[in-house]
């Protein structure tokens, strides 16, 4: 089985095999396609199985490219489907900033006020980042309590329903990038 590759950005799979955008890789070891995963993620975009694999006919394999871990929780990896629950409990105990780091450098911040949240989302240390927006919000919000007791306040403008703040971080810990209507904004 090939996967093909549509992504302009590097990949490195376990092999230590790079490949980049039109290229063909050689799929992940055996003991990564029998753990079953639903879909090669490369940055948002998918890719599927082009034949077959040991057995697995036309199974899509999934191939984890980068993981998320909390910052100042436990080293492992945080799922997609478990990360909202992990934030809503962090928020329920007063913990209203959380920082994640990827596997690749990035870093995800979420910071609320437990109506509205700061999304940003940042290349590595250093880099200023982009966030969420809610284009044509008005006025501001406070009590978005830092971890070491710093209150700010942001323009609404700048900040998003949490609703909406937990559906963007679900999405880019899963895909590794915006969702497609999200509106945000480069602040590089």
Request: a negative charge; charged letters at 25%; proline letters at 6%.
């Amino acid at each position: 089985m090939w996967f093909v590759i549509d992504e302009s950005v590097l990949l490195r799979h376990t092999g230590g095999e790079e490949v980049t955008r039109g290229q063909r890789a050689a799929p992940p070891p055996a003991r990564l396609c029998d753990a079953g995963a639903s879909l090669l993620v490369v940055r948002g975009k998918v890719c599927e199985p082009a034949g077959r694999t040991r057995g697995l006919q036309r199974e899509i394999v999934g191939f984890v490219i980068e993981s998320w871990v909390i910052n100042d929780d436990s080293p492992a990896p945080v799922s997609s489907d478990a990360v909202l629950e992990i934030l809503r409990s962090r928020i329920d105990s007063g913990r209203l900033e959380t920082w994640l780091s990827s596997s690749s450098g990035r870093s995800l911040a979420f910071v609320t006020n437990a109506e509205r949240a700061m999304v940003m989302l940042l290349e590595g240390e250093g880099d200023p980042g982009e966030h969420a927006v809610d284009p044509g919000a008005q006025g501001a919000s406070d009590g978005f309590v830092l971890s070491h007791g710093q209150d700010d306040e942001y323009p609404d403008e700048d900040t998003v329903p949490l609703r909406e703040a937990f559906r963007l971080v679900e999405h880019i810990v899963r895909a590794g990038s915006w969702p497609a209507d999200a509106r945000w904004v480069v602040d590089r």
